[in-house]
Every structure is written in C-alpha cells, then in structure tokens.
C-alpha cells in the first residue's frame, strides 16, 4: 500500500488512472448511499479525486490510499451539503420575502428542466437508454449491465461520457442565455 501512496506522491499518473479505476464507483455509491443524490455523489467523487491528485504531496504513507480517499470524499460530501443547505434557507428567505419571485422560478425550473429532457433526447439510444435506467430508475451498473447484455465497466462509460455530454450542451444553452439576456 505505501508503494501506491508513494507513487502518486511522486506523481506517477498511470498509478493515478488504477487508483481511480479501482475507487471510482465504489466512491460514488458511498456517497450516494448517504446523500440518496446521483448529482451530489458525482460532484464529489470528482472534486475528491481532483483534490486526491493536487494535494498529492500531503498524502502520508501511513495509511492506505482508500482510507485516504474516503476521508477526502467524505470532507467534500459534507462541504457540498452545507452549500446545499445555505442555498435552501436562502431560497426560502427569497420566496418568503418576494412571493411573485417563486413564481418565475418555478417556471424558469420548469423551462431549464425542458431543457435537460431535451439534452437527454439528443444522446445516442445505448446511451440514453443506460443513463435513463441508471438516473431515473436507480439501477446500479451490474443490473444495467446485465439486462443490456454489456460490460459493468461499458455501462459505467455510458454514463461518464452522458453527464459530461448533458453538461457540455446545458453549458452551451447557458451561455447563449447568459448573451440573450446581456
């Protein structure tokens, strides 16, 4: 285990890759078993290994790199949560104070939730169909993978490359709000 920290201490990307190969979905079902969101269990699972990798000269080779890893998930899985929970008591203060705000919102919501439906519809029928059956119907990758008669590691692909496709596109519908608007 001290060879693997040591590795990644020094650098060595490839150690990295096996390090995230080896604790990427069992970090995310961890997260998402105590926080019950898909969202929050992505995000931190990137911010941890984001951080896993600049804050790589603190790692100690006292303990293994999985213990390590979670300690990292878990800081950044309770940092996401108190954001989330400061953003819902402003939220509340802002529909308290201003009731004709929660209205456009709600129908803002309504247009952006469109518009990741929307998004969801323009990935590739595999893809979709793996992202549907994971995002909306819960199942974990090895269900997915059975009943698709693919690979646990293809399923887990499939959905990699859809988040980041439904973030690329809503980035891009953002942007082109964002212009409208100025």
Not at 95 to 116: A, R, S
Not at 135 to 162: C, D, M, W, Y
Request: net charge positive; glycine share 2%; aromatic share 8%.
């Amino acid at each position: 285990m001290e060879s693997i920290v040591q590795d990644i201490k020094n650098g060595n990307i490839e150690r990295f890759k096996m390090v995230y190969q080896q604790y990427h979905a069992k970090l995310y079902f961890y997260v998402l078993k105590c926080t019950h969101s898909a969202y929050l269990s992505e995000e931190t699972v990137q911010l941890s290994f984001i951080l896993l990798w600049e804050r790589r000269e603190k790692l100690s080779t006292s303990y293994n790199i999985s213990a390590q890893l979670f300690r990292i998930a878990k800081s950044v899985m309770t940092d996401l949560l108190r954001k989330q929970q400061v953003r819902n008591r402003h939220t509340a203060c802002m529909v308290q104070e201003q009731p004709d705000w929660h209205m456009e919102t709600d129908i803002t919501v309504k247009e952006e939730l469109q518009q990741v439906y929307n998004s969801i519809e323009q990935l590739s029928p595999i893809r979709k169909n793996v992202f549907k059956l994971s995002r909306f119907e819960g199942l974990p990758h090895k269900e997915i993978a059975r009943q698709l008669s693919i690979s646990p590691k293809t399923v887990e692909n499939h959905i990699l490359r859809a988040v980041r496709q439904l973030k690329d596109s809503l980035l891009l519908v953002l942007i082109l709000l964002i212009r409208h608007l100025l």
